[in-house]
């Protein structure tokens, strides 16, 4: 795709920054450079060459064009094309990822993760052993025992080791007798990648992708096959429980799902407990029955600030709006383009906008995006702006309506969904 407007190319103001800080030469040395312009297919070339361990390996320029090329070969319910194909054989569309191996080992992609009914050249897989091939138990005696976190008895289909694996090293081939496997030109990228101890060479280190091969033949994922962790041990629920929001219309749930009680978190009081307990007891939900979710409108991004600067951009999104459903607008006395107050469930937060009737959000739900700023409680703020920095469009913004709260394991605070009421203005 060309550049919009008088914007440069991606590649091309990457390749004058490198060239700039004076390491052009090497950053682009396997990359072919016309005018200021990297050649895509190289760059892409670059990238399979050193994406060994997050399966970017695969998706050559080469294969992705085939696809292209013979997008009426895909099947439109698997996404995959026929084996017997010579351009696309066996493929799903577009390589998902991961996409282990080389280019030339033509694995397909993977359409499903950890799906072991598929052999792993069919896109199945295995859950990764990402922490660890073993643990410490302790018992009731106060004694210790070691506990694998390989797979028991569980692997992928067609795989030669019918168990648990870890990751695959130059070693582990040696040890199943499997590194003569390996060509000479693979065993010498090897030895150069790690001189002294070659036997610690692993699959996501591996830049001849020998040994990511020779898992595959063998029906194996390079990466190995352990247990699923479904126990997140260090966050505040380990094992996932429903609990209901700060302020949520379901109150008659609230005594069953409660969220999480009081604490101190990164020195920072989480008093959400009390929050939800105190909006029970003043009948909130009531007073604003309505849930209000925000979001992201395709025009701007984040506040909005450069986005609404925008002369193109502000002329697709002139107003700030709300979404509400025909029902909800009927019960009001709102009309679609007509101005609503938005009042908050706290501090008597209110804000001025335009509706939206649309049966794209549901009974007792409304939506707004959070891009706008510049109006406050129905005042237009645009002389308060230093002259010149006022964005071409302003209008109220989302947060002012939302309400407290935040993630205990994340500290993100609540800004997407909470309880309002709408009126028309």
């Known amino acids: 795709m060309k550049p919009v407007f008088e914007s440069k190319d991606d590649l091309e103001i990457i390749y004058r920054l490198a060239r700039k800080f004076g390491f052009a030469d090497q950053m682009f040395k396997n990359i072919k450079v016309e005018n200021n312009l990297p050649e895509a297919e190289d760059v892409l070339r670059e990238m399979n060459r050193g994406s060994w361990s997050t399966g970017y390996c695969g998706q050559s320029p080469e294969r992705l064009k085939a696809h292209m090329k013979n997008q009426a070969k895909f099947d439109m319910l698997t996404m995959r094309a026929p084996k017997d194909d010579p351009e696309v054989g066996g493929d799903y569309y577009g390589l998902p990822w991961p996409c282990w191996g080389s280019p030339e080992v033509k694995h397909p992609g993977t359409p499903l993760l950890y799906n072991t009914n598929l052999h792993v050249m069919d896109g199945g897989g ?61 065993m010498a990228v090897i030895n150069k990648v790690n001189p002294a101890t070659p036997d ?103 506040g909005g ?27 009001r006395g709102v009309k679609d383009g007509g101005w609503v107050w938005v009042m908050g469930a706290e501090n008597n937060s209110r804000a001025r906008m335009k509706a939206l009737v649309t049966e794209r959000v549901g009974k007792g739900v409304a939506w707004m995006p959070f891009h706008f700023g510049g109006w406050l409680a129905g005042k237009d703020l645009r002389g308060n702006y230093p002259k010149g920095t006022d964005p071409i469009v302003l209008g109220e913004s989302a947060n002012t309506i939302t309400t407290y709260g935040y993630d205990p394991a994340t500290n993100m605070q609540e800004t997407k969904v909470t309880l309002c009421q709408i009126a028309a203005a």
């Open 126 to 186: 295995t859950f990764r052993p990402r922490f660890g091939i073993e643990r410490e138990e302790k018992l009731p005696d106060g004694t210790t025992r070691k506990v694998s976190l390989l797979a028991d008895g569980s692997y992928s289909l067609g795989s030669a080791i019918q168990d648990g694996y870890p990751e695959f090293t130059l070693a582990s081939l040696k040890k199943l007798g499997w590194d003569t496997d390996l060509t000479e030109a693979e």
């Open 200 to 302: 610690a060479v692993s699959w996501s280190l591996d830049l001849s992708g020998g040994i990511q091969r020779v898992a595959l033949a063998h029906g194996c994922v390079p990466y190995g096959n352990g247990k699923a962790r479904m126990n997140a041990f260090g966050l505040p629920d380990p094992i996932p429980v429903h609990r209901e929001p700060i302020y949520t219309p379901r109150v008659d749930l609230v005594a069953k799902y409660p969220t999480l009680p009081d604490a101190k978190q990164f020195r920072m009081p989480n008093i959400g407990f009390s929050v939800q307990k105190a909006a029970v007891e003043k009948g909130i939900a009531k007073q604003f029955p309505l849930i209000l979710s925000s979001g992201r409108l395709v025009e701007y991004e984040g």
């Open 305 to 331: 600030e450069e986005t609404r600067t925008n002369p193109w951009l502000a002329e697709l999104q002139q107003d700030m709006f709300i979404e509400i459903n025909p029902a909800d607008a009927a019960e």
